[in-house]
């Protein structure tokens, strides 16, 4: 399980590092063309490039260094511990010690310093290039053109002019609109893979034993127990009007193509006319699967899917008893927790020359008003070593599934800073250098509200292109997370509720209307006789 998370610990830094060189770009970006004026003063001073570009570069060193602290503070800290704790809820761990890597922090903050450092100098780079004399006037709008919408007539005749013009201006800047988009799907893709993995993994438990395991009670009875002590238990189940059936559980191990061995539990009904209604065996498609016959077997599907085995498939098993099974494998079933192989009593005794020891029941508790009462009724029987009662189980894998409410909570607040960040730079750029334009809207009679759409518009566009994107994204990004936790004894499905999409694709568009919300302030102070002055 530690090697399946090699992956995610490779694949996860790379696209936050991308993040932080997005987030430092767009930051970099927004704050030279808001000190254009300074950076051209300093330039006709007699300031050389590369004194003008180590203040941007201080600039983005402190700020990584400062952020690169909190990170590793909270990385080596409380991730460490949410992961620990979600592993806990399928193991039994010792607790969880926090160590500081000197390496890895060399390393995460070397990497951060080495995309910030990129960013700056990418964003600097172009207006350094330019005159003094060309930096002490305001940038030059970029030219407008006709774009492919314009050809389609039937769509383009019935947008209203100022929609026009937004489209225009979000296709006009295209270094721009690939940032945001960029910026805005992994916002999305992020809140998609966070919903998705709760939707995955919250509700194993009760789709093994809602779906698979329809039994609410078993029991496994003592080694050496007699006939009496059984006839004790059976008279006692009839009193209280609950059905049961036998079966022997033993761990096997299944021989692998590589030479190597894979443990499985294998399930071996005493009555399977009555085990049907105890275990419900069928496929991931929801088709039921007949019952085996003599050297056939049923696998649980995820489970053989890992190991390269198909239906046909002929099987070998073996245990440190001695006992060997061949079978053909006839069937996949559905099943989310542990591994099982199931198998007539017919097909065990026919290869081992003795009949299987039964010593597992599985009880129908439906209608029981206290399980817990029965629970401790039985354990008083000589017969019986243990009881186990599936609701209990269920209720203590929801109690740790709680963990997961705060996965998804830290992948919100990343994703929420995300685009809050991205958007609120790009869209102050945008401000920045239309300011004139918007200053003559505003000549011309356009209201706030008015004003605010204009501008704001486009941000809503990007918005929805970028959360369309990211819904694709995050469906990949969460397929590919969810194999890379998949383990031998639990299946997670690949699944996302259309409701985590709908909650993704809303939370991001909240996220754009808070920075619109605090961008029309700038807007709504836009002085428009001071904007409007000559330039010269």
């Known amino acids: 399980n530690v090697d399946k998370l090699e992956a995610i610990t490779t694949v996860f830094p790379i696209f936050f590092f991308l993040v932080a ?79 500081f890597h000197a390496s890895l922090a060399v390393l995460g903050v070397g990497a951060a310093l080495l995309c910030t450092s990129a960013a700056t100098l990418n964003a600097c780079g172009q207006t350094l290039k330019e005159w003094a004399a060309q930096l002490l006037l305001p ?29 225009r201006n979000v296709l006009r800047y295209k270094k721009r609109f690939c940032m945001m988009v960029i910026g805005i799907s992994g916002c999305t893709a992020l809140l998609v893979t966070g919903f998705g993995v709760k939707d995955s993994i919250a509700n194993i438990a009760g789709q093994q034993f809602g779906s698979v395991q329809t039994y609410g009670m078993s029991l496994l009875m003592q080694e050496n127990y007699s006939q009496g002590e059984w006839e004790e ?5 009839r009193e209280e009007g609950r059905g049961y ?31 049907g209604d105890y275990w419900d065996l069928h496929t991931e498609s929801g088709e039921p699967i007949p019952f085996p016959k003599q050297r056939e077997a049923i696998l649980t599907a995820e489970f053989a899917r890992r190991q390269g085995i198909k239906e046909g498939d002929t099987v ?34 026919s290869q081992n020359g003795e009949a299987p020891d039964c010593r597992s029941v599985y009880i129908n508790t439906e209608g029981v008003a206290d399980e817990h009462r029965l629970l401790a009724r039985l354990m008083k029987l000589d017969a019986v070593s243990s009881v186990t009662v599936n609701q209990d189980t269920l209720d203590r894998f929801d109690s740790m599934m709680s963990s997961l409410d705060y996965i998804v909570l830290v992948i919100i607040i990343c994703a929420g800073s995300l685009a809050f960040i991205v958007l609120y730079n790009l869209t102050n750029i945008n401000i920045t250098e239309r300011i004139r334009e918007i200053a003559t809207i505003k000549v011309l009679g356009f209201y706030p509200m008015e004003t605010a759409a204009y501008v704001f518009r486009e941000n809503l566009f990007l918005t929805a292109i970028g959360g369309s994107v990211g819904l694709l994204m995050g469906k990949l990004l969460h397929w590919f997370v969810m194999e890379q936790i998949n383990i031998d004894m639990v299946s997670f499905p690949h ?15 909240l996220f754009a209307f808070i920075v619109n919300l605090v961008m029309f302030q700038k807007l709504d102070k836009i002085n428009m006789a001071e904007s409007l002055k000559s330039i010269e």
């Not at 238990?233 to 189940?237: P, W």
């Not at 539990?265 to 009555?274: H, K, L, S």
């Not at 699944?495 to 568009?509: A, C, H, R």
């Open 21 to 99: 060189a997005l987030v430092a770009l767009t930051t970099m970006t927004r704050m030279v063309e808001e000190e254009r004026l300074q950076i051209g003063t300093l330039k006709a001073l007699g300031y050389k490039r590369g004194q003008i570009m180590f203040k941007y570069l201080f600039y983005a060193w402190v700020a990584t260094l400062v952020g690169g602290a909190a990170g590793l503070a909270f990385g080596f800290t409380v991730i460490p511990i949410v992961i620990w704790n979600a592993y806990g809820t399928m193991y039994t761990i010792p607790g969880f010690r926090c160590l």
């Open 139 to 167: 940038k030059a709008p970029k030219a407008g053109k006709r774009i492919l919408l314009e050809r389609i007539t039937f769509v383009w005749n019935r947008l209203s002019f100022l929609v026009k013009v937004s489209i």
């Open 233 to 237: 238990l059976e008279d006692y189940l």
């Open 245 to 275: 059936t036998r079966a022997s559980e033993r761990s096997m191990d299944l021989d692998l193509a590589d030479g190597k061995t894979k443990p499985v539990t294998v399930v071996i009904p005493e009555d399977t006319a009555r085990f």
């Open 316 to 349: 070998s098993l073996s245990d440190e008893d001695g006992n060997r099974l061949t079978l053909r494998i006839i069937g996949l079933s559905e099943n989310y927790v542990y591994n099982y192989l199931y198998l007539t009593a017919d097909s065990w005794e």
């Open 495 to 509: 699944t996302v509720l259309p409701l985590s999409y709908g909650y993704s694709l809303l939370l991001t568009f």
